[in-house]
């Protein structure tokens, strides 16, 4: 179960440097896109800007303090905060686009849940003892978990 949950802890590392890198690459578009999704127009540009570097630093935080368990804590609230945001929107008949990876013209969907809900449980086993995890067999379940998440980013976008 070690070699599993860093493996986790790797994965979703990478998909929160892929999403924090992407949203600084839109840049000031990320703002409206904030603003459509729910956030209220005053504090919009505040996330907007805030948004992409906490996704990098709970991603880098990963593979940087690797022996703690804090970072995937971190990052769990994270994804369970974007998750929530989606329910949100689509509880409340909101299909709008999603800045999830930065400029989408995808709406939220039920799909979107199920993606969001994949990356949860991934930071979930992350949050996991790494102690005693093998070479060999972190890198096979990085490479299973990975293919697993690029499916469902595709699967469910």
């Given at each position: ?6 493996a ?7 998909a ?6 992407q949203k600084l690459?839109i840049?000031r ?7 459509a999704?729910?956030v209220p127009?005053g504090?919009a540009?505040?996330v907007a800007v ?5 996704e990098?630093?709970a ?11 804090v ?13 929530g945001a989606v ?9 709008v686009?999603c800045?999830c990876?930065?400029?989408?013209v ?9 993606r969001n809900?994949?990356l949860v449980?991934?930071a979930?086993v ?6 005693g995890a ?8 990085t490479f299973?978990?990975a293919?697993a ?8 976008s």
């Amino acid at each position: 179960m070690a070699s599993l949950a860093l493996a986790a802890r790797i994965v979703v590392a990478v998909a929160l440097i892929v999403a924090g890198v992407q949203k600084l690459r839109i840049g000031r578009s990320l703002r409206p896109q904030v603003a459509a999704f729910g956030v209220p127009a005053g504090v919009a540009p505040v996330v907007a800007v805030t948004l992409p570097l906490v996704e990098l630093a709970a991603g880098l935080s990963l593979l940087v303090f690797v022996r703690s368990s804090v970072p995937a804590w971190v990052a769990l609230g994270l994804l369970a905060l974007f998750t929530g945001a989606v329910a949100a929107n689509l509880a409340s008949g909101r299909h709008v686009p999603c800045p999830c990876f930065g400029t989408s013209v995808t709406e939220v969907s039920p799909g979107t849940l199920a993606r969001n809900g994949w990356l949860v449980a991934l930071a979930v086993v992350g949050t996991g003892s790494i102690t005693g995890a093998a070479v060999g067999a972190v890198i096979l379940w990085t490479f299973v978990l990975a293919l697993a998440t690029l499916i469902a980013l595709r699967f469910f976008s």
